[in-house]
């Protein structure tokens, strides 16, 4: 079966630091895969899209950045986090056989 | 940007009651309609889904409506639970099975 795995659960950054927050998928080839934040009573927005190694699409720009440098593997990077990047962040994939998403646990960024 | 208008924000709901969350979308092209449930500190999860050639669709206590001419759509909670308690949301696919998603609407089904 497929699983999906996000990876920290909870970080605590100062302003200026550095991220790297990765999502790997199991049990599946060639998946979709996309970045989402979530803020409080904003719904969730999507970051980043992949159809692809090496394939990254932007929707937001931001201090943000991703990469797909494996098939089942997607990350979330800043060279410089702002306050305003603090957010519950959440990796998902999906298939063309299957319509709907599987999220990510998440991970709860906080900056400081 | 392309928008999921979802409503309302928040709900409470007697046990055994009925709670409805409504959502509108503008964009036509939107091909899949899903619902996702959400409880605190965990990633959303996959609850009901409808395609718009479909009017209903129901799954256990879970129903979605959806009128395609009106461009909106809703969730049905049947004999709601305490443990149906969460945050949900709607959603609409687009291109590359991007999912944009309304704002989420936080239900508290009271004992």
């Known amino acids: 079966s497929q699983t999906i795995h996000q990876w920290p659960a909870t970080l605590v950054q100062p302003v200026g630091s550095p991220l790297s927050l990765e999502c790997t998928v199991e049990?599946?080839?060639?998946?979709?895969l996309y970045w989402y934040r979530q803020a409080a009573g904003r719904g969730l927005q999507l970051l980043f899209y992949s159809v692809g190694i090496g394939q990254i699409s932007s929707e937001v720009p931001q201090n943000l950045s991703a990469s797909r440098p494996q098939d089942r593997q997607f990350i979330l990077s800043s060279k410089k986090l702002l306050l305003s990047d603090s957010g519950f962040y959440l990796c998902?994939?999906?298939?063309?056989?299957?319509?709907?998403?599987?999220f990510g646990s998440g991970t709860r960024l906080t900056v400081v | 940007q392309q928008q999921v208008k979802q409503s309302p924000q928040s709900l409470i709901v007697q046990k055994g009651g009925i709670s409805i969350i409504n959502c509108a979308y503008e964009?036509?092209?939107?091909?899949?309609f899903p619902w996702y449930q959400q409880f605190p500190g965990k990633g959303p999860a996959l609850l009901i889904a409808?395609?718009?050639?479909?009017s209903e669709k129901k799954e256990g206590r879970f129903t979605i409506s959806f009128n395609k001419s009106a461009k909106q759509f809703s969730l049905h909670i049947m004999d709601s639970q305490p443990g149906d308690s969460a945050t949900y949301f709607c959603a609409a696919r687009g291109g590359y099975s991007t999912l944009t998603f309304g704002k989420g609407t936080m239900l508290l089904v009271s004992p």
């Open positions: 964009n036509t092209a939107f091909d899949y």
């Open positions: 998902a994939w999906n298939s063309l056989r299957n319509y709907g998403y599987t």
């Open positions: 049990g599946t080839s060639n998946p979709n």
């Open positions: 409808i395609r718009p050639d479909v």
